[in-house]
C-alpha cells in the first residue's frame, strides 16, 4: 500500500504527533510525507517528500495572531500550483492531518481522503464549544480541509470517530514525578512578555520553552530553554505543573500525567478557544489572556490539591489499526467531497 501523509507543520503538535504515528503506518506499506507550514520549532525526524510553506498562523508577542503577516504569507497562485502538481492519485490512501493543499488537491483530482487528527473531531456537535461559537471559526474548521471521511482525536471520546489523543513514547514511558518547578509553553508570547508575570513567584522555579532562545538563559528563578523534544519532556514528567496554550497535543499529555494545568487560548484561534471549553468541562483552569488577573488565578492554583486527569482508552497501535480497518475500503465506499466546485 502507498500512503501520502499530509501533515500541519503549524506549530509543533502536528509534528510530534505524526513522529509517534509513522512507525505503526509504515507496517501498512509505504508512507511518503507532505510537509506544509512554515513556523514549527520541531524537526520532523522522517524524510519529506513534499514540502510547502502552506497555509500557515503566526503570532505575535501578546498571545494572539498576526493577521498581517499571515496575509502577507498567502500566495493563491503558489497554493494552486501546487494543488495541482501535487500526485494524490499515485497513493492507495491520503491521509490528511489538517492541511489545505492536499484537501484542494483531492478536490481537484476527485480522490478520497481521510482527515485524520484533532481538528478532524469538530465535524461532531457533540465536541465541546465555548459559549459564543463563532461562525467563521466554525466555517474554517468545517471546510479547511475537507475529506471524504473523518477520524478525531480529542481529549475525550466524544462520538464514534473520535478517539483519544496520540502520546508520545517517551511520556508514557516516564514516571511522573513532582520536582517542583513550573513547565511554561506558551509559544504565542515573547519571552519579554512573559517574564514579568513569572518574576514575583520567587518561591518557584519556572522553565520557560521558548521560540526565541538559542541557549538556555536563567534570569533570577526563571529559566528559558531552546523548543526541544528531550527538554521539553523531561520538564513536563517532573514539573509540579504547567502554564501552556490552549493547544492539544500538551495539554492531553498533561491531562495524562495528571499535571495541574493551566490553558491560556491564543487569541483568535478558534479552535484553542474550543480546546479551552473542554478542559474547562475536565476541571481544568484556563485563563482568556496573560493579564493582571493572573497573579490571583495562579497563587489560587499552584495550592490547590485538586489535579484532574484523563484515562485514555485506546493506545497509538489501536488507533492506527482501527484508521486502516475503517479506510481498507475506502475508494470503493466514499463519496467524493467539493461536488460542485470546479478548478480552472
Known sequence: MKILYSIQATGNGHIS?????LPYLEK????????????????????????????SLFYTCAGSLDYWKMTRKISPFRVMKEMRDLPVEQYDLVLNDFECITSLACAYKKVPSVNFGHQASF???????????????????????RASQYIGLHFECYDDFIFSPVI????????????????????????????????????????????????KKTIGHVTFIPVNKKDFNSSLISCHGIVCGAGFETPAEALYLRKKMIAIPIR?????????????????????????????????????????????????????????????????????????????
Open 28 to 55: 501498512f506499506g509505504t508512507v511518503d510525507i507532505f510537509l506544509s507550514g512554515a513556523n514549527s520549532t520541531l524537526p520532523l525526524d522522517a524524510p519529506v517528500k513534499y514540502r510547502s510553506e502552506g497555509l
Open 168 to 215: 508520545k513514547e517517551d511520556i508514557l514511558r516516564g514516571e511522573s514525578v513532582n520536582k517542583g518547578h513550573i513547565t511554561v509553553y506558551l509559544p504565542s508570547y515573547c519571552d519579554h512578555q512573559v517574564l514579568p508575570f513569572l518574576q514575583p513567584f520567587t518561591d518557584h522555579r519556572f522553565e520557560v520553552f521558548s521560540r526565541e532562545v538559542k541557549e
Open 123 to 145: 465535524q461532531s456537535d457533540k465536541t465541546p464549544r465555548p459559549d459564543k461559537p463563532s461562525k467563521v471559526g466554525e466555517w474554517i474548521l468545517q471546510n479547511y480541509a
Open 268 to 344: 483568535g484561534q478558534y479552535e484553542q478557544l474550543c480546546n479551552a471549553a473542554a478542559l474547562k468541562k475536565i476541571g481544568i483552569k484556563t485563563l482568556d489572556k496573560l493579564d493582571d488577573d493572573f497573579t490571583d488565578t495562579f497563587n489560587n492554583w499552584v495550592s490547590d490539591p485538586v489535579t484532574p486527569g484523563v484515562n485514555y482508552k485506546y493506545s497509538t497501535e489501536a488507533i492506527v489499526n482501527m484508521l486502516m480497518f475503517r479506510c481498507s475500503s475506502l475508494k470503493y465506499q466514499l463519496e467524493i467531497p467539493y461536488p460542485d466546485l470546479i478548478f480552472n
Open 17 to 21: 504527533r505524526a513522529m509517534e504515528l
